[in-house]
C-alpha cells in the first residue's frame, strides 16, 4: 500500500492509482477512521501496525474521497527525530570518487532542517551544490538490535530521497570532511512523493533508481548493487543506537553525481531536478538562488 502526507495530513492511495500522483485518489486515514488513527503524518509512525492493518481492511470500491494535486504533497516523514545517510554504498560510486569501498558502513546524519517535500524549489547560494539519488527507508517499529533476519520488520516503508550536497562545506577541511553539515542545508533532503510499504514492491531488494538534469540521466542503478542492503544497515545502525519510528534511513548513491563528471557540474539556478525509484514515483524539484539577507545592510 502506498501513503502521502497531503497537505499536512496522512492519506491512502487508491491501490489501482499507481503512476502520477497528480490525480490520483486518495483516503484521509483519520477521516475514514472516524477519529480512531491519527491525522498528522508524524504521528503515523508510532502507531504504524495498527494503519497498515486498517489500510488491509478498506474497501478499494469505497469512497475514496480526495483527489489529488501535486503541489500539496509534502514529506512523507516530515519531522524525523533521526536522519542517517551512508556513504560510498554503491561500489560504482566510491571508484568514481577515487575512494575505496568501505569495510564498514559510513554513516553520517543530517539535520532534520534540511527536510523537505517532493516537488518545489530549492534554494542554493554556491555553486557546489550537486545531487544524489536514494532509496530511503522509513522506520515504523522501533530497533534496537535489530539482526538481518529481522530487520524488514520495522520499516514502515520506502519512498524516494535527493541527498543534496554542497561538497564544499561537505569536504573542509580536508582532513577531517564535514558529511553532516555539507549535506545539511534548508531543503537538502527532499523525501517522497509517496510511502510505499514493501510488501506492495515486485521485489524490495531489487529497485531501480535514477534521476535527470533538465531531462538528460544523469544516474541509473539498482538497489541489488548496494554493498550494504537494507537489513545490514539496520542492524548496524540500530546495533549503536536505537532507531525510532519516523526515522529516515538514505541508503547511499550509485556513480553519477556532478562532482565526479569531466568537467565537474554543480546545480545552478534554473535548473530541473528528477528523481525516481521503481513502484515508489518521481520527485521534481527546481533550484533557484537564495536570498541572502545581510546582517546591518550593504
Ligand atoms: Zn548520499
Not at 523537505?116 to 534554494?123: E, L, R
Not at 524516494?160 to 545539511?184: C, H, W, Y
Request: net charge negative; aromatic share 6%; proline share 8%.
Amino acid at each position: 500500500m502506498r501513503f502521502v502526507n497531503y497537505a499536512g495530513r496522512l492519506v491512502l492511495l487508491h491501490p489501482d492509482d499507481g503512476g502520477a500522483l497528480d490525480g490520483a485518489r486518495g483516503l484521509d486515514v483519520e477521516r475514514a477512521s472516524h477519529g480512531l488513527l491519527p491525522a498528522a503524518p508524524e504521528a503515523a509512525f508510532d502507531r504504524w501496525d495498527e494503519i497498515v492493518d486498517w489500510a488491509r481492511g478498506v474497501d478499494a470500491s469505497g469512497p475514496y474521497d480526495l483527489i489529488l494535486h501535486e503541489p500539496f504533497l509534502a514529506s512523507p516523514s516530515p519531522r524525523p527525530r533521526q536522519i542517517f545517510g551512508v556513504g560510498l554504498n554503491y561500489s560504482d560510486h566510491s571508484a568514481e570518487t577515487g575512494m575505496a569501498a568501505p569495510e564498514l558502513p559510513l554513516i553520517f546524519t543530517k539535520l532534520g532542517t534540511s527536510v523537505t517535500g517532493p516537488g518545489g524549489p530549492i534554494p542554493i547560494s554556491t555553486d557546489a551544490v550537486d545531487w544524489e539519488v536514494e532509496v530511503a527507508v522509513v522506520i515504523g517499529r522501533p530497533a534496537r538490535h535489530a539482526t538481518v533476519d529481522t530487520a524488514w520488520e520495522h520499516v514502515a516503508g520506502l519512498t524516494v530521497a535527493q541527498d543534496i550536497s554542497e561538497r564544499g562545506i561537505q569536504m573542509r577541511p580536508a582532513d577531517t570532511p564535514q558529511f553532516g553539515l555539507g549535506k545539511s542545508l534548508p531543503a537538502f533532503t527532499p523525501l517522497g512523493p509517496a510511502l510505499v510499504t514493501a510488501d506492495a514492491l515486485d521485489d524490495r531488494e531489487d529497485l531501480a533508481l535514477g534521476c535527470s538534469l533538465n531531462g538528460e540521466e544523469r544516474q541509473s542503478s539498482r538497489t541489488s548493487y548496494l554493498i550494504f542492503d537494507v537489513p545490514h544497515l539496520i542492524a548496524y545502525l540500530s546495533g549503536i543506537t536505537r532507531l525510532l519510528p519516523g526515522d529516515v534511513i538514505l541508503t547511499g548513491t550509485p556513480s553519477g553525481v556532478g562532482l565526479a563528471h569531466d568537467p565537474q557540474r554543480f546545480l545552478r539556478p534554473g535548473d530541473e531536478l528528477e528523481s525516481w525509484v521503481e513502484g515508489i514515483g518521481s520527485m521534481r524539484h527546481s533550484f533557484v538562488a537564495e536570498e541572502q539577507p545581510r546582517e546591518g545592510g550593504s
